[in-house]
C-alpha cells in the first residue's frame, strides 16, 4: 500500500518539478516557479523518507544538516562569484550520482543485468569527470588556478587515451560486472580525465564549459534513475540534463564555436601574434568632453562587458543610468549572451544594482537599435563589439555573431590602456573616426562622468 | 524487468523532449537563475542517497549513501536558495529615491 502512495508522490514531485521549469521562463512568474520547485523536492525527499526499507534515519539526519550548513552559505555569496559557486555545485551534484553508483555496485555485485550494468557504468563515468572537472572550472574562475589555457605536447592524445581506457574498462564491466577491480580504476581514470578536460580551456569558453557540465551532472542523475529503477530520477535528471545542453549550444553559437574546438581548440593560447604591428591613430577624450556629448544625446546604448564587473562598476553605472534617465534620455543595456563568466550572468549582476530588467536588451533586439542609438558606451567588453569578427577572415573570431556598436552615431570605450584583452586581438573599433576612447578604471571613469553630468 | 527497462526508457525519452521545450523558451535574462534552479532540480539524486543511507546494508554502502546525501542537500538547499535571490533582484521599475 504504502509503496503504491509513494508512486503517487513521486508523481506529483515530476510535474512540480516541470511546471517549476516553465514558470521560470518569464520574470513575472519565476518566484512561483521557485515555490513549486521547492514543493516537488519536499514531496520527493518526503516521499521517500516514507519508504519501507529505510531502516536507519540518523545518518539521513546527520547529513541533512551538513548539507544545509555548507549549502546556505554558498547560496548566499556574492553574484559576481556566481559561477564559481555554480560550478561547486556541479562538483557536488555529480559527487552525489558517483557515489551512490559506487554504493548501488558494491551492494548488487555481481548480480546485475547488462543494462543495469551499462547505466550504472554511464552514471559513474560522466559522474567522476563531471566531479573533478567542476572543481577545476571553479578553481580557473575564482582565479585559485591560472585562467589561461594550460597546454602540453600532445595533450589531446593523452586526454583521449585516458578517457578511451575509462570507456573501455567500462564496456568490460558491463560484459562482466564481476571484475570488480576494474571499477576503482575507472573511477579514478574518469576523476584524472575531468582535471586534464578543463586544463587547456581559457576564462573565455568557461560559459559554454559550466553549461556542458550542467549536462553531464543532470544525465548522471538521470542515469541513476535507471539504474534504481526510479522514474523520478529519470525525469528530474532528463531536464538538467537537457537544460545544460541547451545552454552550452547557445554559449557555442554566440561564439560561433563548436564543442570539438571548445573542448579541443585551447582558445585565447595561438593569438599572442604581435597585436600592436602597426600604430594606428585614435582619438582620446576627457570625462567633462564625454559628459558634454551624454547631455546632448537622445538614446544611450550602454554596452557592459566582464570588465565592468571586476571593477565593481555596476551600482556607479546604475548612477549614470539615473541621471541619463531623469535628463530623458533614453537608455538601454545590451547585453551579448556571452557577457560575464556564465549564460545570463550579466543580466543577474546588472538586476543587482537595481537595473530595471525591462531596459535590458538581448542581441538580437539591441542590434537594430544601434544606428539610432547617438551614443553607445562601451564599459569592460571587448571582443564582442569588434567588426573584424564581420568581415576579417584572419581574426581568430571572424563569424562570432557581435553587438553592432560601430553603427551608433558616437562610440565610446572606457578602457584602461590600448592593450589588448584577454584574448589578445586588436579590436578595430577602437580606431574608427567616431570612436572616443576614454582611458581609466572603469568604476573611476563613470564615477567622474557621473559628476560632470551633476555639475550642470 | 525487460519491460520497465523500456517503460523508463520511454520516460527518458519524453523527458528530455519536454525540457528541451521548455527551457528553450526561458528569456536569456533568467539564463542564470535557471541553471541554478536546474541545479536544485537535479539534487534530486538526494532520493537515490537517502535509501541507499537508510537501507544500511553495509558498512561502505551506508558511508557513500550518507556523503552523498550531504553532498545533494547541499544543492537542494543551496540551490533554491541563491535561484530565489537572484529572481528577487528583477524588478521592472526601480523604487523611488529621492
Known sequence: MSEHIIHFIYLASAACFILSLKWLSAVPTARRGIV???????????????????EHYHFIAAAFVIGTIIGVPMALMPMTAVPQRTALSHAFGALAATLVGAAEYSLRVPNLDR????????????????VTASLMAAGKLQEVLPTRPMVFRNQNYVNLSVLGVALLLGVLLVVNPGLWPLFPIMVLLCLVFGVLLIMPIGGADMPTVIALLNSYAGLSASMMGFVLDNKLLIIAGALDGSSGLILSIIMCKAMNRSFTNVLFGAFGQLQMT??????????????????????????????????????????????????????????????HPVAGRMPGHMNVLLAEADIPYDKLLEMEDANPEFPQADVALVIGANDVTNPGARHDKSSPIYGMPILDVDKARTVMVIKRSMNPGFAGIDNELYYLEKTLMLFGDAKGFVSELVKSLNET | MESNILSNLYVFLLATFVGLEV???????????????????????VVGSILIAGEAKTGLSTFLGTVAVAASMVNVVGGYLITYRMVKMFKKREPKKS
Open chain 1, 36 to 54: 513549486v520547485g521547492v514543493l516537488g523536492m519536499l514531496l520527493a525527499v518526503g516521499g521517500t523518507l516514507l519508504s519501507p526499507t529505510i
Open chain 1, 115 to 130: 543494462f543495469t550494468m551499462g547505466a550504472l557504468t554511464l552514471e559513474v563515468i560522466l559522474g567522476a569527470l563531471t
Open chain 1, 274 to 335: 604581435a597585436a600592436a604591428v602597426e600604430q594606428k591613430s585614435y582619438r582620446s577624450a576627457s570625462p567633462e568632453e564625454a559628459a558634454d556629448l551624454l547631455r546632448t544625446a537622445d538614446s544611450v546604448l550602454i554596452v557592459p562587458g566582464y570588465g565592468m564587473a571586476v571593477a565593481q562598476a555596476q551600482h556607479k553605472v546604475r548612477e549614470l543610468f539615473d541621471i541619463l534617465t531623469r535628463q530623458g534620455t533614453n537608455v538601454h543595456f545590451a547585453i
Open chain 2, 23 to 45: 527551457i528553450r523558451r526561458v528569456s536569456p535574462l533568467l539564463h542564470t537563475p535557471l541553471m541554478s534552479l536546474t541545479n536544485a532540480i537535479s539534487a534530486i539524486a
